[in-house]
C-alpha cells in the first residue's frame, strides 16, 4: 500500500 | 504534459504573480479579500504536501514551490507588510462556511481513506471555491480595480484550461480523476458571471462596475 496516490498535476 | 496543461499552469502562474505584483507596486491590498488568499494558501499547503512523499519531477516541483512560497508571500503582503491598506470591513465572507463543509466531504468522498490523499481531496474541494470571498467583497463594493480583473481572468482561465487537458487525457492516456473533474467543473462555472462582465466591459477598456 503506497503512502498517498501520486497526483502529477499542479 | 500537453499544451492545455502548460499553458494552465502558467495562466495559474501569472494570476498569482499580478496580484503580487499590484500588491507590491502598489503598496496596497485594497479590493483584495485576505480570506481568498489564505484559503489559496491552505489549497497549496494541504496538496502539495506530497512534495516530501513523492517526486514527480523537476517541472512539478519547482512549480509547486513557487505556488506555496508566492501564496504564503501574497498573505503576509496583505495581513502584515500593508495590513493598513487591508479593507477588512468589506472582506466578510464566513470561510467557516467554505472550510467545515468541504473538510467534512473530503472524509467522505476520497479516492483513499489515507492522511495525505483525504488533505489532497480538501485542497481539491476547497480550491474549486476559495474565491468566493473575493467573488463576495467585488459583488459587496459593488466595483473592481482594472488589475484585479485580469487576476482573476487568469486564475478562472487556468481551471478552464484544465477542464480540456483532462477531456485530452481521457482520450489519449486513459486518464479520469472525477474528484478532479467534478471540482474544476464547479471551479469553472462559479468564474461564468465574472468571465462575462471582463469579456463585455474590461477588454473594452471600461472598469468592471455593478450596477448599484
Known amino acids: 500500500h503506497a503512502l498517498n496516490i501520486p497526483h502529477d498535476e499542479l | 504534459m500537453n499544451i492545455f496543461r502548460l499553458t494552465g499552469d502558467l495562466s495559474h502562474l501569472a494570476a498569482i504573480i499580478i496580484l503580487l505584483l499590484k500588491i507590491w507596486k502598489t503598496r496596497s491590498c485594497a479590493g483584495i479579500s485576505g480570506k ?64 467545515v463543509p468541504v473538510g467534512g466531504l473530503s472524509f467522505l468522498v476520497n479516492h483513499d481513506f489515507s492522511p495525505l490523499e483525504i488533505l489532497w481531496t480538501f485542497s481539491i474541494y476547497l480550491e474549486s471555491v476559495a474565491i468566493l470571498p473575493q467573488l463576495f467583497m467585488i459583488s459587496k463594493t459593488g466595483e473592481a480595480e482594472t488589475i484585479t480583473t485580469h487576476y482573476l481572468f487568469f486564475l478562472g482561465l487556468y481551471r478552464a484550461l484544465y477542464l480540456i487537458n483532462w477531456i485530452w487525457r481521457y482520450y489519449f492516456e486513459g486518464f479520469f480523476d472525477l474528484i478532479a473533474v467534478v471540482a474544476g467543473v464547479v471551479q469553472t462555472i462559479l468564474y461564468c458571471d465574472f468571465f462575462y462582465l471582463y469579456v463585455t466591459k474590461v477588454l473594452k477598456g471600461k472598469k468592471l462596475s455593478l450596477p448599484a
Not at chain 2, 504564503?72 to 477588512?88: C, W
Open chain 2, 36 to 99: 481568498s488568499q489564505l484559503l489559496f494558501a491552505l489549497v497549496f499547503t494541504t496538496r502539495y504536501l506530497d512534495l516530501f512523499t513523492s517526486f514527480i519531477s523537476l517541472y512539478n516541483t519547482s512549480m509547486k514551490l513557487i505556488y506555496v512560497a508566492c501564496s504564503y508571500a501574497t498573505v503576509y503582503l496583505i495581513y502584515m507588510k500593508f495590513k493598513a491598506t487591508y479593507d477588512g470591513n468589506h472582506d466578510t465572507f464566513r470561510v467557516e462556511f467554505l472550510v
